[in-house]
């Protein structure tokens, strides 16, 4: 009924060859998650220091052997900075900046002169 014989033949199997890695592809998730913490920082802003805890954690959780080799800053330093980022932009929840200190940059024009 069937036939037991292989009918593959052996001159017509082609093996198997990994395809060359892309080597320009640029790092935009690196990119924001070392770029994030340091607008966090700058601005004090909480939700952009949220935001670059997660793309910290995504990148170097989605780190490749390539990544690794590549990059010049490991992804757990990458997460340590946004959590610092982090840290920074809930401070004056835990140290208050003191009464009577002007809030503002040291360039701007003095306050009026109560009479």
Known sequence: MSNKKDMRR??????YQEPAAKTDA???QSTLSSTLPMAAIFMRNRYIGWAAVVFAVQSWLGE???TKKSTSTPGYFSVGMSL???AVTYLP???PPPPGIQ???ATDAAPPVPA
């Open 10 to 15: 052996a001159d017509l199997i082609i093996p």
């Open 103 to 105: 809030q503002g940059s």
């Open 26 to 28: 640029p790092e935009f």
């Open 84 to 86: 610092m980022s982090l």
């Open 64 to 66: 490749s052997e390539d």
């Open 93 to 95: 929840l835990f140290l």
